[in-house]
């Protein structure tokens, strides 16, 4: 096992040497492109909120079309229904 002190010498190669310094200046630019993302962000207006009485008249306006859609549906049926006795009724 080897013991580090202070009269430990490390021996770093120039090309090692240069992808350290690649990775930190690296991290170092990361950082600061997430921090000017943060502030950007927070910067950015808040969403809007939809109070109560917006949420209920979206709801009843969703009931609504659902429930013509559901119209739409039978009539629609009912029709395929008509077509499909005439075409058979001609034979």
Known sequence: MTVISET???SLSPRNFFTVILLVGSFVG???TLQADIQEARELPAPAEI????????QKELTFIKTE?????????????????LKFKKR
């Open 30 to 32: 990361m950082y600061y």
């Open 8 to 10: 430990t010498k490390l």
């Open 51 to 58: 109070n109560l009485q917006q949420m209920v008249e979206i």
């Open 69 to 85: 859609m559901l119209e739409m549906k039978e009539t629609l049926n009912r029709l395929d229904d008509r077509i499909y006795s």
